[in-house]
């Protein structure tokens, strides 16, 4: 059983940055791949990035690449999203989820424990 709790939203400017953290419970949160996801209103949740267990391998999505970072801490039991360069289009309530599997998966249904979700709201 895995528990997350996701922090670090909040309303910025177009171009700001926010860094999102997700605190576990359970002492196997090292084994698990990390994600991720965020929903709009009005649309379905889609993946934004993960990291497998030990941290080597990563998914971004296309629409993320080169302004937001996944990254994780297994011995504080978190894993962070560093957003850069927001964008208005990147408002959304963004989630954290944990998957046994080995590699990253990018479907929602992957996922077995999710976080409340934290909103990110990015003002033109």
């Known amino acids: 059983q895995v528990q997350l709790v996701e922090s670090g939203g909040g309303l910025v400017q177009a171009g700001g940055s926010l860094r999102l953290s997700c605190a576990a419970s359970?002492?196997?949160?090292?084994?698990?791949?990390m994600a991720w996801f965020r929903q709009a209103p009005g649309k379905e949740r889609e993946i934004v990035a993960g990291?497998?267990?030990?941290?080597?391998?990563?998914y971004y999505a296309d629409s993320v690449k080169g302004r937001f970072t996944i990254s994780r801490d297994n011995a504080k039991n978190t894993v962070y999203l560093q957003m850069n360069s927001l964008k208005p289009e990147d408002t959304a309530v963004y989630y954290c989820?944990?998957?046994?599997?080995?590699?990253?998966?990018?479907?929602?249904?992957?996922?077995?424990?999710w976080g409340q979700g934290t909103q990110v709201t990015v003002s033109s």
């Open positions: 989820a944990a998957d046994s599997r080995l590699q990253v998966e990018t479907t929602r249904y992957a996922y077995v424990y």
């Open positions: 359970g002492r196997t949160f090292s084994r698990y791949t």
């Open positions: 990291i497998s267990w030990s941290g080597r391998s990563t």
